[in-house]
């Protein structure tokens, strides 16, 4: 495989983004947003380092998720959005055992992140610094060659016409997933959608601590979005304010899935048009 790694212009970028940290983030026009990041041959190579939020980063170090590990089976391969952060792999990998444990998967692993983070050119605003990952609610599949899993079915689990969960497809399995998936500490947030929301708190959890990491989000009625914590050794990486206090379960409004609007103006950090030209 060819090797992307140049010492001397990696050299400089570590310079330059450590000059970056000292001082503070600095946000450019949206020039090297607007360009294509997907098209990146590979990660840049250097110790891990997230530079910018979820909605406007890149990423150096980035590592690669396995297709398939213990309890898991990453989709969409031909995307190329199974990059992150290795505290994201370990994080996946780690939720794949525990499903395993559990008697139920494998999980199925959507879009992560680009090789280099930045923007992505449909789908997602977030997904920037390789800390957010898509999980499926589908739980219906065994183990499969990887090219039998691209443009697989999304069931949606919420009824249209109640905007409760569909008794047919939501099990406590489901449920369960979603608790297993927000008792790493790591975790910042969940989206789903608000009646993923209600339900969950609905039910009788001995802890109920974790329900304030479960965000109502629209879209999210077929796949939870899980976002890290930014991790140490990335001072330039941004984190959102904490959820705020509580369980969040009272006022629970719904999130119906509605007509995408136009893209919001890109923007990334200085600093990450060096990544992209690497």
């Known amino acids: 495989m060819r090797s992307f790694f140049n010492p001397i212009r990696t050299a400089l970028l570590v310079l330059s983004l450590m000059t970056v940290g000292i001082l503070t983030i600095t946000w450019p026009t949206d020039a090297a947003a607007q360009q294509d990041w997907s098209t990146a041959a590979g990660p840049v190579e250097g110790e891990p380092r997230i530079i910018g939020h979820h909605g406007g980063a890149c990423l150096i170090g980035a590592q690669q998720l396995p297709e398939q590990g213990t309890g898991y089976q990453a989709v969409d391969l031909e995307r190329r959005r199974h990059y992150g952060h290795p505290s994201l792999l370990d994080y996946i990998q780690a939720l794949g055992e525990r499903v395993d444990e559990e008697g139920f998967g494998p999980i199925l692993v959507g879009d992560m992140?680009?090789?280099?983070?930045?923007?992505?050119?449909?789908?997602?605003?977030?997904?920037?610094?390789?800390?957010?990952?898509?999980?499926?609610?589908?739980l219906d599949l065994p183990a499969l060659e990887p090219g039998r899993r691209e443009m697989l079915e999304q069931p949606i689990l919420v009824d249209p016409e109640t905007g409760r969960m569909d008794p047919e497809r939501w099990t406590d399995r489901h449920a369960e997933l979603i608790h297993l998936a927000a008792l790493d500490d790591r975790v910042a947030r969940i989206f789903v959608d608000a009646a993923v929301k209600r339900d969950l708190c609905e039910r009788n959890w001995e802890d109920r601590s974790w329900l304030r990491r479960i965000r109502p989000w629209p879209a999210h009625d077929?796949?939870?979005?899980?976002?890290?914590?930014?991790?140490?050794?990335?001072?330039?990486?941004?984190?959102?304010?904490?959820?705020?206090?509580?369980?969040g379960c009272d006022n629970i409004q719904p999130t119906p899935r509605l007509a995408r609007e136009s893209s919001p103006r890109r923007t990334v950090p200085a600093a990450c048009e060096a990544v992209l030209e690497q």
Request: with cysteine; net charge negative; aromatic share 6%.
């Open 113 to 138: 992140a680009q090789p280099r983070g930045g923007p992505m050119s449909y789908g997602h605003v977030s997904h920037q610094s390789g800390l957010d990952v898509d999980i499926w609610f589908r």
């Open 222 to 247: 077929e796949h939870l979005h899980v976002r890290l914590r930014c991790p140490a050794g990335s001072p330039e990486c941004v984190d959102q304010p904490a959820p705020p206090p509580g369980e």
